[in-house]
T-cell receptor, first 114, second 115 residues
Framework: DTAVSQTPKYLVTQMGNDKSIKCEQN?????MYWYKQDSKKFLKIMFS???????INETVPNRFSPKSPDKAHLNLHINSLELGDSAVYFC?????????????FGQGTRLTVV | AQSVAQPEDQVNVAEGNPLTVKCTYS??????LFWYVQYPNRGLQFLLK??????LVKGSYGFEAEFNKSQTSFHLKKPSALVSDSALYFC?????????????FGKGTKLSVIP
């Protein structure tokens, strides 16, 4: 069973469109994240969310928004897509119980904006 | 602000030889340190972590890492490299007591193991 799963794996879309990436975890974790990996493989945290708190990286444009229908899901919505949004987006999850808990990552969604 | 440096973009090693992937960090207070591996077209997989205690940490797939507080380093090592170890390796750090949101990654080191 896949612990953290994302769909779709690949997404090609035109500039200006709105798209969503779905993420589900079956680990019983209470905190989920979205990361962006650029073309140079650099990883940047975008959001952290549990049922109590949403933490937003202030550098993330407000065209990006996380939506969590329940503890096991954290979807990423992107409005008015731009060329610079092309990247690989990773969902991750971890337990909140203690700062040392490691994060588990999904396989990533490669977004290409044309 | 914390940071992680992985000084080598790429490391090449012959199969069967020992490998080292370097990582140095900067953080306020005590660090929590992690290594992740990313295989092509895959997500990151957790390898090992240092929280406290023994400076030598053993992890998955025969990897280990040594925490050196005076040198602020956390180098990843393996005694005998396999071709299947070829991947992208990320070091990460967060301050003691911080949540995972504050996990900062290095830029990654590509390891190529040559048959």
């Amino acid at each position: 069973d896949t612990a953290v799963s994302q769909t779709p794996k690949y997404l090609v879309t035109q500039m200006g469109n709105d798209k969503s990436i779905k993420c589900e975890q079956n680990l019983g974790h209470d905190t989920m994240y979205w990361y962006k990996q650029d073309s140079k493989k650099f990883l940047k945290i975008m959001f952290s969310y549990n049922n109590k708190e949403l933490i937003i990286n202030e550098t993330v444009p407000n065209r990006f928004s996380p939506k969590s229908p329940d503890k096991a899901h954290l979807n990423l919505h992107i409005n008015s897509l731009e060329l610079g949004d092309s990247a690989v987006y990773f969902c991750a999850s971890s337990r909140m119980g203690g700062p040392s808990t490691e994060a588990f990552f999904g396989q990533g969604t490669r977004l290409t904006v044309v | 602000a914390q940071s992680v440096a992985q000084p080598e973009d790429q490391v090449n090693v012959a199969e069967g030889n020992p490998l080292t992937v370097k990582c140095t960090y900067s953080v306020s207070g005590n660090p929590y340190l992690f290594w992740y591996v990313q295989y092509p077209n895959r997500g990151l997989q957790f390898l090992l972590k240092y929280i406290t205690g023994d400076n030598l940490v053993k992890g998955s797939y025969g990897f280990e890492a040594e925490f050196n507080k005076s040198q602020t380093s956390f180098h990843l090592k393996k005694p005998s490299a396999l071709v299947s170890d070829s991947a992208l390796y990320f070091c990460a750090v967060k301050p003691e007591g911080a949540g995972s949101y504050q996990l900062t990654f290095g830029k990654g080191t590509k390891l190529s193991v040559i048959p």
